[in-house]
């Protein structure tokens, strides 16, 4: 049989069979590809909604604006410190914390609300909430170290002294009356509130208070101690938080300390520190 003999006899066949081979492997194909995600579900494509949210940190730098906070003996102000440390703490957060987002209720001299603040945190669904300031004693007493709060009510006078400071704030807002529903900052009477009050985010709070307090302990910072008092910032929060006192700006020695580079660069890493092992604890 010669080669044209061969090819017009059996090229036909063969290419029909070809065909249907190409036909059937396509038909298998398209059915694996349909069914596969019903038969391993951990194969198809993880939708967004179920990948882990990010871990979300509000950084509060105290005071800004026309409220500059306590003033040392060379008149700094305490707002200017409380930004610069939140500003390197967020900074370092950012650098070595991938998985963290930082919200900061200021990033500039401007007076953000107090209730406002909480506002952030709450609309950001933070895990922990971080308020940062300066402390400050009247007179010409003088006190070193750093300390930290969280919300409740001590009936110790230098506990609520240290609220009545800071909450001081509201009066530069307007019509703080009626916002804070009667508060006065400046009335005793008023923290009788933060007595009665039952924090379900205590035990965290505490625990990343005592954090705080650990790390400037091993930074060589007097520890002050970990405390409660009524601060407003804090009450309107619901998550985590706490109100870190970096140090005494009525103090010479602590002024210059706070606001050189090392004494930044040092309160920062603890509070960042402190972050960071409070977040591993919540895994």
Known sequence: MSLNQFCSIFAPNFMRASTHRHIL???????????????NPVSAATPASSKKAAFTLVLDAGHGGKDPGALGTGRVKE?????????AVGKLVEQNLKDVKVVYTRKTDVLVELDERANIANKAKADLFVSIHTNALPGKKKMAGSETYTLGMHRA?????????????????KDYENRYEGFDPNSSESY???EFMQDQNMEKSVRMA????KQFRSAGRPDKGVHQAGFLVLRA??????????????????EA??????????????IYQAIKKYKETQK
């Open 210 to 213: 005592t954090l705080v307090q």
């Open 157 to 173: 006078a230098d506990n609520l002294d240290v609220a009545k400071r800071e909450n001081s704030v509201i009066s530069l807002e």
């Open 237 to 254: 929060t619901s998550m985590p938080s706490c109100l870190i006192e970096l140090g005494y700006i009525t103090t010479a020695s602590e």
């Open 79 to 87: 707002k200017n410190i409380n930004l610069a440390v939140t500003l």
């Open 192 to 194: 009788i509130i933060f």
């Open 257 to 270: 300390y706070l606001t050189s580079d090392r004494g930044v660069n040092q309160l920062a890493q603890s």
């Open 25 to 39: 492997t396509v038909a298998l194909l398209a059915l694996t590809l349909f069914f596969l995600p019903l038969l």
